[in-house]
């Protein structure tokens, strides 16, 4: 390879690191400004998580819950505002990385790519809500009522830190297990996975969707079936999607389409 090769290949990476570092740059302004709003309203934003633990209680039932280290709630404070930041931008996130990928693509991928792009924040945000309004309800319900009352009492008395990271724990485990059509389709799509294929290893995804409903969730059964049940539904969607995606490919490639 010529000098000249050579500093031709150098250019165009130079330009995409100079586009890499822009997009870099306009995502981590978007994620602490995101931040630092969401540290500003921390304390309403705690209150509004509490809501499944308000609801296990009972309204008329006191909550407490306490912080044993002085610096311990403003550490939560921060781990919720970056958790909340990250939530938030996600949609700028997603959109800077597409502009960053959409000009080495063809127009048909760039079309391709977009419905998973809408996809994602979508069933993450339908995880999130499960979480929310069913699975994390249930699971203080079940931890409640392990208490004890009588002349030995044993009363639930949670910290503020175990409490934010037991939540933030269900809402990604069950924003990653519904990324689960949107992973399978576009394994089928660069024909990695077939709708035949996943039929036949049904019975293998659902043993790991169990084990991963185990590893993913608090060891009680509620909110691990909570899980493990609508993760073996968008299973049995992706197996409907991943055929739509093989029809298409077949449609595509039939003599009679291209003839025409």
């Known amino acids: 390879m ?8 150098k250019a165009p990476l130079i330009e995409h690191l100079i586009e890499l570092r822009r997009r870099l740059m306009w995502t981590l302004a978007a994620i602490f400004a995101a931040f630092l709003v969401c540290f500003w309203f921390a304390k309403p934003i705690y209150n509004l998580l509490l809501r499944p633990y308000r609801v296990a209680a009972g309204v008329d039932v006191p909550i ?20 909340g930041a990250i939530f938030i931008t996600f949609p700028v996130i997603a ?3 597409y502009m960053f990928v959409a000009p080495g693509l063809y127009r048909t991928e760039r079309k391709a790519f977009l419905p998973f792009l809408i996809a994602t924040p979508i069933l993450f945000l339908i995880g999130a809500a499960l979480v929310y309004f069913v699975a994390m309800p249930l699971a203080m319900t079940f931890f409640l009522s392990m208490q004890q009352t009588g002349d030995v009492q044993i009363i639930l008395t949670a910290k503020v830190s175990e409490y934010l990271s037991l939540i933030m724990a269900l809402i990604l485990g069950f924003g990653i297990c519904f990324q689960l059509p949107v992973l399978l389709t576009l394994l089928a799509r660069a024909g990695i996975v077939s709708a035949a294929g996943l039929k036949r290893y049904r019975r293998h995804a659902i043993l790991g969707v169990f084990v991963a409903a185990a590893v993913l ?19 049995e969607l992706s197996i409907f999607a991943v055929a739509l995606v093989e029809k298409k490919r077949a449609a595509a490639g039939s003599p009679s389409t291209s003839a025409t």
């Open 2 to 9: 010529s000098k000249e090769d050579i500093d031709a290949t």
């Open 64 to 83: 407490e819950l306490i912080y044993t280290a002085p610096q311990e709630f403003f550490f939560t404070e921060i781990k919720l505002a970056l958790f």
């Open 217 to 235: 969730t608090p060891p009680d059964p509620i909110s691990q079936i909570a899980l493990a049940v609508p993760t073996l539904l968008l299973y």
């Open 95 to 97: 959109s800077q990385l």
